[in-house]
């Protein structure tokens, strides 16, 4: 669903704050979540930007991610890709946030997106996703909400250990959050 549930949106949040990056990319934002809580909280500076990757083209309007008539972008810059096919510059971000999408794909495609962002040059990602049973299909007319793969917590503890870097992790009653850092 485009939306999120609330379980560690705290935690990250504080990892933000200690991260304060100045460039994110929101892969598959939905709703915008990550942008509403994170926004307010980034670095007061000018030149903060944020870049969504969204795949469904109807989320883009209805949510606003990009709305220049009003001045009301949560996203600086929307592509409407899917993010398997996007260009790894996106990639290049001090934050990539993959906010309960990666269980929306296949698991190789998955490892491949994560794999793809740490070699364009993320500096830190942040992982949300369902570690419990949580099948999904379709979701008001978009193919994209089905859930593909369902996540073992100790398997992305794997997955991301294999990038190297430092990863700190929260598991919750039905999401697991990671906060994978280049730095180890």
Known sequence: MPTSDAEGKDWSL?????????????????EGTYAKLFRPHGPDEPGVWWTAVEIHKPYIRRY???????????YDEVHNLDAREAPDHLYYRDLVIFGDVLEHVERDDAVTLLQRAEAAGAWNILVSLPIVDSPQGEVDGNPHEAHLHQWDPDDMDQVLAQLGGKTESMRGNTLGVWWWSRRA
């Open 14 to 30: 504080e990892r933000f704050k200690r991260h304060l990056p100045k460039t994110v990319c929101d892969v598959g934002p939905g």
């Open 64 to 74: 606003g991610l990009k709305n220049t008539a009003k001045r009301t972008d949560m």
